[in-house]
């Protein structure tokens, strides 16, 4: 029995550590943004980032000029390095909204202080997979009457009944709605900029992306109904996203794709490689701007659990896959698994997969790597291969020996698939780059909330709670949360 | 200053002090108030009696606009303006329609709720009379205010202000329209 406190400690361990009050946690968060000078490490990073996104534009440059020939897909595997990156982008793009929507919804503490990087993953990573579809058109400017639906000269319309219009209609959603979501979670950190600018030009931009917030407790009011709300609607959302990606695959008529687990899999499979981005991302970031009171030693860990859960049911789909191909007894499917897993030519990467998503992650069984920084980021980094593993697997083994042999044909990626891809991540982390300069990358106003002091009559702050039904606690005298 | 008065505003330290003191507020017949906290304080919405927004009702329409508009477009293109049989389905294929309807009725549901929510909150407002007050930028680091207007009927700018630095604030502060 000595101590309550210490078993609540463990039980909920504090999210915000050290010693903050409201004006420490704002100071030292919107300093990274407002103080004079910009870290060197920032420049040399983003100079790299930004070089390297040059490669994008040369290599769409070239595409463009050239078409897709340039690429190495060809029949029988008509969807390569695209739709493998499109997915692979997409998904690291779910756990953004995951931790900031879903966790909400559960009332989980520990996204507030992830959250807002989070969804800026979830933004740069969908404007990266939206670059492949569109640049696999080919033309993409004719594009437009191929995907979106209005009244054209032509007088044809998209074909609603096909998976890749619902993609056309989930993508553009989920960008959107990851928009306004980030955007409505930054107007009162933008207020708090603006306040404590001291350069007239910055507290000019940031006046204007605050709409002139002031925090009314009416404003409040709706504005929490409507971060709620807009939870509540990108829940569904980020479920359906990706099940309709899934659907691209599971609706066509292939061995391989056409396995009604797609769905749930392939879920999974997004949150698991999103977290590992957000891991990526989150454990240098927390060193250069020291976070680390904020982005807490738990935070990591925590992640790394969920990575560890999702990986667990990711490997579960490798294994059902490979019971459906046995058991459906459908030659065509089994010959698929074989080919897929030791008889093909690209069983090697089938192997390598398993090691990346199914090996690696049994290591956060053990504490010891669990809580190690330096484990979790290798893990992380083995794991991002890993799905992009997957998706190639997926992609090409299930085309590449189609129905008749004598379609069959070898599929390697040239050199603009390479410089395209590797573009995308240049592009990825010059957009991070920028955010982190000029956004403040901890949701401000949500610390806040964390602590103590926030608590009228030691009650807390909590989201879950119905706004209107909060016990009104004037009257007792119930002492403060410790 | 005299009648060129917006209102009377006191700023408190704590979160508990703003709310015991909008209490008071309320309790004592002023209706035209309002509180500026850097975070969203549930307690304050009880304290001033502000009454629940029609804000979830109005999303609910634009969802439903959203699941409409997406059959709607979906039954014009595919049963009226260009009927063609595809994949030997029907003209009006309702489970092939459902991906782009669920879709559009979120997004205009997001739509209705950001957009709503600045209509209702009346923003933007580049300009408010609070922000003629230097120490109000703290309103959005750590600070928490409590104005009574002077639109309020029981508004008499002596009795007010005295009423106000009863209350246990740090500071109160006359707001110029």
Redesign the interface.
Known sequence: MQNVSELENKLHPPMVEGDH???SV?DKISDVTLKKRTPFHWFIGFGIAFMIAQLLMLSVIWLLANGIGVWGNNQPVGWAFDIINFVWWIGIGHAGTLISAILLLLNQKWRTSINRFAEAMTLFAVACAAMFPLLHTGRPWLAAYWLF?YPNTM???????S?L??DV??VS?YA??SL??W??GLI?DF??L???AKNKYFRFVY??LS????????????????YL??AG?ST??VL?VHS?VS?DFSVAQIPGWHATIFPPYFVAGAIFAGFAMVLILCIPLRHWYRMQDFITHTHLVYMGKVMLATGLIVCYGYAMEGFFGWYSAAQYEWFMIKNRIWEGPYWWSYWLLIICNGLSIQLLWFKRFRESEFWLFLISVVVSIGMWLERFVIIVTSLNRDFLPSSWAMYSPRVWDWTMFIGTIGFFFTLLYLFVRFVPIISI??V??LLP?????G?H??FE?N??E?E???DRTDPPNS | MGDNIYGVLAEFDTATDMVDAAVKVRDAGYTKTDAFSPFPLHEIDEALGIKRSILPYLIFVGGLTGLLAGFGLEYFVHVIDYPIIVGGRPHLSLPAFIPPMYELTILFSAFTAVFGMLFLNGLPSPYHPVFNIPRFALATREKFFLIIEASDPKFDHEETRKFMEGLGAQEVFDVPE
């Open positions: 009050s409201f004006a704002t639906p007088g044809i319309w998209p074909q609603f009944r998976p219009i619902w209609f989930a959603t959107t709605v306004l979501f955007y409505v009162p207020a708090t603006r306040d404590r006046a204007i709409w002139g917030w002031r925090g009314s407790a009416r404003h409040w009011h709706r504005y929490e109904i409507t709300i807009l609607l569904p959302l359906s309709i659907f106003f949500e806040r909330t002091e926030a608590n009228v009559h009650h702050q909590d709670e706004v209107n909060v009104y606690t004037y």
